[in-house]
């Protein structure tokens, strides 16, 4: 009986219901199973790009296939267990698979075999075509496991963490993972399911899906495996030379004469601004994507004083769409609104009823496009801020929505990609080389539409501090380079309180050292609200602050202004190999075991060791140097070699830094 042939380049495997196929796919392999009679036409986040033949034997024993590279090896036995192998013939990977035989334990004898099974892959029925799925793969006790996007928590090696794979607000599931054992694993699946990587097992889950898909490559070394990872799901585009300095973000600039005064004062006091941006209810409703002239008279005139002033201008827009909205019903009639089963025709409700978008139908990302382009784009604005793009539905119950794409249940987690997606492509349509947009979620692929992400509406505490840390680092392994995180925290921060100064200076250092440095929050006290919008809170620029506050971060942004080529060369590698700007230890030590350990200092770019200061009343922390390099502490030009840990001083106006061998991070003349 014969389970294994080849076809196309791929090695299929057919027995009893299931139907696999194992595909080389760049520097890796497409791995896809289903009990369907074949495949969907889906390729979610992956490209097509051209892929070397690989090298496919089939014996009695089973089958394999070598990647042209060499560098893995996938095996599959006659009863389907998959296992992956180096290139050295270390097993890095197996499926989890248990089973006892009552009979013959010769395979060939089918007839005469009784099982008892716990296999690797399974399919129950979701109803159609569609399965609950699971695949299960062998867990090891000393593996570490990094990437699979942002979460809100502090583990920056996520083994034993059991992750969601759904989008919400301050959550990003990227579901790529990268091993220290030699390989990364992109579960190539947006329906909404669960990540578990547990002691005795690893399992990938969905809870509607009509196939299992993953992409797994293996590398000697992290950056081997995320660079390949970044050739087959795409590189982040060059980022324009503005967005490396500082922006300046409140809750919320109600009208264009508050966002010119702030934009004169920063400019009259020489405070080095790149950006200004104007968050949400600028609008006259949700869904109208465009200024309310009430309050925003002559946009035009705006951004040629900011631009006069050298300043950029960003707008919010909201995938939502209000029933008061002048593109409600045609959007309604067009079905370019996402469906509810059951229930009000509605998924949001905030400051009235709204729908979302359905941005994974490529005509209302068209319609969404074409409004922003009227509106705002031919006024001069090339900066987007896309807000909700999980997206935050009211009730996340994800089996009462449908989309273009399908059941939310199968298909919800590419929505921010889309959304990301439809601003791109305007946007290059229009001229705009290098489009960035700011978005508060992500799936895999997003970074080659120009998504910078940040981190969501985190409350203002050390706790989630901490957690940023994390998450910034773990979206970088997961390929997504530009991210940011609102310095002070989103919900809270009295300007008032000396509490929340010590965590502004402290996030504010951290905020200096991201690929984007974006100052926002929701700060207390709040004023009163313009009638029929959300309130808008206290002053958040530099100035509302003690001057003790004012001077450091005054400092701190000409130190950002001071390493705007050092960075530029890290955004470039970024674009060039989808190389993190702010990575872990061991992405450049991987042979350091210590490395490995740190987890609470990182690199920002390859040269310039960070050490933030994450909790409340630390003065002094301790700093591991990684082996194979000469470090240079700032503070006091003294250096150490690699491979210590060393106590250092960190008082409230400073961060602990480390220079690489003598690198020449800053530019002398600005700081």
């Known amino acids: 009986m014969e389970f294994f042939k080849e076809k196309d380049g791929a090695l299929i495997f057919r027995r009893r219901r299931e139907f696999m196929e194992i595909r080389p796919w760049g520097s890796g392999f497409r791995i896809r199973s289903t009990e369907n009679k074949w495949f969907t036409q889906r390729d979610w986040a992956l490209l097509q790009i051209p892929t070397p033949n690989a090298s496919i034997q089939i014996t009695p024993e089973g089958a394999s296939i070598t990647s042209a590279d060499s560098s893995l090896t996938i095996k599959i036995t006659p009863y389907g267990k998959v296992s992956f192998f180096d290139r050295q013939g270390r097993l890095l990977l197996k499926e989890y698979y248990r089973s006892w035989n009552y009979g013959t334990k010769n395979w060939k004898d089918l007839d005469q075999i009784t099982m008892c099974r716990m296999a690797a892959r399974t399919y129950k029925s979701a109803g159609g075509d569609n399965y609950s799925l699971s695949l299960c793969f062998e867990s090891d006790d000393n593996e570490k496991i990094y990437g699979m996007g942002q979460y809100q928590q502090p583990y920056l090696n996520l083994k034993g963490c059991c992750l969601e794979l759904a989008q919400k607000n301050t959550q990003a599931s990227v579901p790529f993972m990268v091993s220290s054992k030699g390989y990364g694993l992109l579960w190539n699946n947006p329906a909404v399911g669960q990540a578990v990587f547990g002691m005795n097992l690893t399992e990938f889950s969905s809870q509607s899906a009509k196939e299992i898909d993953y992409w797994i490559t293996a590398g000697d070394t992290p950056t081997e495996i995320v660079e390949r990872y970044s050739d087959v799901t795409g590189k982040v585009p060059m980022i324009p030379e503005f967005a490396l300095g500082f922006w300046q973000c409140k809750l919320r600039y109600e009208t264009q004469e508050e966002v010119l005064q702030i934009a004169r004062e920063y400019f009259l006091r020489q405070i080095p601004l790149s950006v200004i941006v104007i968050d949400f209810f600028h609008w006259p409703n949700q869904g109208d994507w465009t200024f309310d002239p009430k309050y925003f008279p002559d946009p035009e005139a705006m951004i040629k004083e900011l631009d006069s002033m050298g300043i950029k201008l960003m707008v919010s827009i909201w995938p939502t769409v209000d029933r008061h909205s002048v593109h409600y019903q045609e959007m309604k009639e067009r079905d370019l609104l996402i469906r509810t089963n059951r229930g009000i025709d509605a ?325």
């Not at 921060?493 to 000396?498: A, E, M, S």
């Not at 609200?529 to 509302?544: H, K, L, Q």
């Not at 061991?586 to 040269?607: K, N, S, T």
């Open 347 to 671: 998924a949001m409700e905030f400051y009235g009823m709204e729908s979302f978008t359905d941005v994974t139908n490529p005509e209302a990302r068209d319609f969404i496009w074409q409004a922003a382009r009227k509106n705002y784009l031919d006024k001069g604005v090339a900066l987007f801020w896309l807000d909700e793009a999980e997206p935050e539905y009211t009730v996340p119950d994800f089996d009462n929505y449908r989309y273009y794409d399908g059941q939310a249940l199968e298909c919800a987690n590419e929505y921010p990609a889309c959304y990301a997606r439809a601003f791109y492509e305007g946007m290059k349509e229009a001229g705009i080389e290098n489009p960035i947009n700011l978005i508060r979620c992500a799936w895999a692929g997003s970074q080659r539409f120009g998504a910078l992400v940040w981190s969501g509406d985190v409350p203002s505490t050390f706790t989630y501090l901490r957690n940023q840390f994390a998450a910034g680092l773990n979206m970088g392994m997961a390929g997504i380079p530009w991210w940011t995180a609102d310095i002070g925290g989103f919900h809270g921060g009295n300007i008032h309180d000396p509490a929340f100064h010590e965590l502004l200076m402290r996030w504010f250092q951290f905020g200096t050292f991201c690929p984007v440095m974006r100052l926002h929050g929701d700060r207390d006290p709040h004023k009163p609200a313009i009638p029929g919008t959300p309130a808008s809170g206290a002053g958040n620029e530099v100035w509302s602050y003690p001057p003790h506050v004012q001077e450091m971060m005054i400092r701190f942004i000409h130190l950002r202004q001071a390493m705007k080529d050092y960075l530029s060369q890290a955004m470039r590698e970024a674009h060039e190999k989808g190389t993190p700007v702010m990575k872990p230890l061991f992405y450049d030590f991987p042979e350091d075991p210590l490395a490995w350990e740190a987890e609470d200092v990182y690199l920002f770019g390859h040269d310039l060791l960070v050490a933030p200061v994450l909790d409340a009343g630390i003065r002094r922390r301790e700093v591991y140097l990684p082996v194979g390099a000469q470090w240079t502490e700032m503070a006091t030009g003294k250096i150490y070699s690699g491979g210590q840990r060393l106590e250092v001083s960190a008082p409230l106006e400073e961060i602990p830094l480390f220079l690489k061998n003598g690198a020449h991070v800053f530019s002398s003349s600005e700081i």
